[in-house]
T-cell receptor, first 109, second 111 residues
Framework: GQSLEQPSEVTAVEGAIVQINCTYQ??????LSWYQQHDGGAPTFLSY????GLEETGRFSSFLSRSDSYGYLLLQELQMKDSASYFC??????????FGTGTRLLVSP | DAGVTQSPTHLIKTRGQQVTLRCSPK?????VSWYQQALGQGPQFIFQ???????QRGNFPDRFSGHQFPNYSSELNVNALLLGDSALYLC??????????FGQGTRLTVV
């Protein structure tokens, strides 16, 4: 089977740093992506790792360890607008994405 | 660029009915994928269309079918609707694996 596990909810305060972990077990692996989804909105692409290591995009960074089937999304300098659901997703070939269960991030003042 | 557009935005259907959802991909994108997202869950892959053919399919019954047109737009059809088909249906277009662009989705409610 295919599964991606994430914490269901994470809470933090404005200005803080938060890490959202993702462990995966999939048949086929072409990279780990992260998507943000606000309530009632569409998932939007944040970051992608095809190789081991850290990718940095502004306040967001993503890490991948293929040997551990593990990755994380790091959000720095949290803002209220970062309150949303975050999904990790594995590309399993031909642009098919297998999504995780999602992590709801609540940022408080 | 209008991005990925889906219609309708909301729909209410009765059990047993059939529904057709539509998607126009981002300009220049040739691959369209459909996902079903139940409340509080991650999107689940239904199927993908490329060059007007179904290229991949997820674990969904044959009641779910689709089509892609020469202009790359796509339709998702669901027959014999069940209460459990109530969900947000998302269309995503892409050119390559790295980034998929999602539409706002169609919220389907089956009563």
């Amino acid at each position: 089977g295919q599964s991606l596990e994430q914490p269901s909810e994470v809470t933090a305060v404005e200005g803080a740093i938060v890490q959202i972990n993702c462990t995966y077990q999939t048949s086929g692996f072409y990279g780990l992506s992260w998507y943000q989804q606000h309530d009632g909105g569409a998932p939007t692409f944040l970051s992608y790792n095809a190789l081991d290591g850290l990718e940095e995009t502004g306040r967001f960074s993503s890490f991948l360890s293929r040997s551990d089937s593990y990755g994380y999304l790091l959000l720095q300098e949290l803002q209220m607008k970062d309150s949303a659901s975050y999904f990790c997703a594995v590309g399993t070939g031909f642009q098919k994405l297998v999504f995780g269960t999602g992590t709801r991030l609540l940022v408080s003042p | 660029d209008a991005g990925v557009t889906q219609s309708p935005t909301h729909l209410i259907k009765t059990r047993g009915q059939q529904v057709t959802l539509r998607c126009s991909p981002k300009s220049g994108h040739d691959t369209v994928s459909w996902y079903q997202q139940a409340l509080g869950q991650g999107p689940q892959f239904i199927f993908q269309y490329y060059e007007e053919e179904e290229r991949q399919r997820g674990n969904f019954p044959d009641r779910f079918s689709g089509h892609q047109f020469p202009n790359y737009s796509s339709e998702l059809n669901v027959n014999a609707l069940l209460l459990g088909d109530s969900a947000l249906y998302l269309c995503a277009s892409s050119l390559r694996l790295v980034e998929a662009f999602f539409g706002q989705g169609t919220r389907l409610t089956v009563v």
